[in-house]
């Protein structure tokens, strides 16, 4: 079992950075693929971006690509997300997500690929 815990969500402007951390316990999430997915209110859950457990490969959705960054730090068993030149549509709640480890996939898109999720963060950018 792994518990996610998000961190770092807040009002910004538009054009402005946050950094989200997720901080995982239970157990290592060195070999577990982690994601970041948002839903903003009367939307479904948003696939943002992952990271791959091994080689860190990083996938992003489209409409964040070039804004934002996923990084894992396996020792603070932790990933985060970089988010620069935030837009008013980037407003949501944000989820951290794992899988159960050891598993490769084709598309790391889908919600039901991940197993454990946190509680989510609100991020709110005012134009």
């Known amino acids: 079992q792994v518990q996610l815990v998000e961190s770092g969500g807040g009002l910004v402007q538009a054009g402005g950075s946050l950094r989200l951390s997720c901080a995982a316990s239970?157990?290592?999430?060195?070999?577990?693929?982690m994601a970041w997915f948002r839903q903003a209110p009367g939307k479904g859950r948003e696939f943002v971006a992952a990271?791959?457990?091994?080689?860190?490969?990083?996938f992003y959705a489209d409409s964040v690509k070039g804004r934002f960054t996923i990084s894992r730090d396996n020792a603070k068993n932790s990933v985060y997300l970089q988010m620069n030149s935030l837009k008013p549509e980037d407003t949501a709640v944000y989820y951290c997500a794992a899988d159960k480890g050891n598993r490769y996939y084709s598309d790391y898109r889908s919600p039901l690929l991940y197993d454990y999720w946190g509680q989510g963060t609100q991020v709110t950018v005012s134009s």
């Open positions: 990271i791959t457990w091994r080689g860190g490969n990083t």
């Open positions: 239970g157990r290592t999430i060195s070999s577990t693929t």
